[in-house]
């Protein structure tokens, strides 16, 4: 496995394709899922030379707490669909390689033992980074019970998903007829919420209903710090400091909810904008290189996430394959960095990323 897109074969060879599917796949025509992508590839990176910079390091402070790589681990439902230690196997190697990962509400392990699975791996005196996803739920008392099995297991923010007031649509899982977990499979967060339930998938309700007092609700019965995962407009960056959020995770949840909205890098530079400093900005969404995330961080992301590239390595080789992963992101980053000639990720400013040539570069006739 020499680069991202290597787990994303291996991972096809070996699983099901009606689970490959439910991966790869996005909303509709999957316009968003491809111009995630392409957003990246568009933009030209401008390095400087002589620079005299040592080999940078890729340490990143956030929400206080300390990583060791600018690389998170979006939320991804269902990891024992492709690797039967599912999320345990991915914590441990996340907090191997000092990375943050995003537990999915809906994990095949319960949030408490990855928590578990995940200070094992950390290293001497490093706290869990660990963070949970969640899904409002119309009863509150549900969603304070998710809250308080993220917070018994040592989460240290919660990150709540905004962008599916109703579930994306995937053409691919419709005609596979993928709707369910496979038998014996459960959401492990979900079980004994509420009396005979069992940790079907379905119990995670979807609503349209949620507006911004649900995030201020929601600050009040928590003291953990709230992201939100999946704001695209500059408008709802602001209202999101407003009502006291501690970060954004910039996401078009990979193309999976509407589908034609832009591609993450594409709004980043507004959002950044809106948020003014106040609070960090991440961004997931086609990330697969080093190149990748250096284009961000220079746009203003602090971190980025990933999302299918997780499910391709741990579906590829389990706990082994997400450990490569991470470490050929951080090799990419460094690289990158060097040869940018930044001595670290507080150097990768926005002058250092352009657009591709389009057209003439000075407007005259060459000569
Ligand atoms: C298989 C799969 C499952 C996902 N499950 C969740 C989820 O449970 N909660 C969530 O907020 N986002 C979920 N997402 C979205 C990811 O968190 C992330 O936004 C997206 O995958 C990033 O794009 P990328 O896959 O191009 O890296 C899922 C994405 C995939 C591919
Ligand atoms: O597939 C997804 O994108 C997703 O967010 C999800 C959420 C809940 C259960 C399964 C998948």
New binding site residues.
Partial sequence: MFCVKDFEAAAREKLDPVHAD??AGGARDEITVRA?EEAFARLRLLPRVLRGRAVPGLDVTLLGGHARLPVLL????FHKLVDPEGELATARAAAAAGAVMIA???STVAVGEIADAARAAAGPGETVPLWF?LYLQPDPEITEALVRRATDAGCTALVV?VDSPVLGASERNRRNGFHDLPAGLRCENLVDLRDGEFGHVRQIAMSPEFSWEHITWLRSVTELPILL?GVLHPEDARLAVRHGVSGLLL?N??G?QLDTVPATLEALPAIVAAVAGRIPVLL????RRGTDAVKALALGARAV?????V?WALAADGEKGVRRLLELLREEIEDALALCGAAGLDELTPDLVRPAWSGPLFGGAVS
């Fill in positions: 439910f991966i995630n979006s939320p991804t439902a999915s509400m809906a996803q998903t995962k996401s949840h990979g999976r997931d969404g086609g990330v996430g990933i999302g299918r590239p499910m």
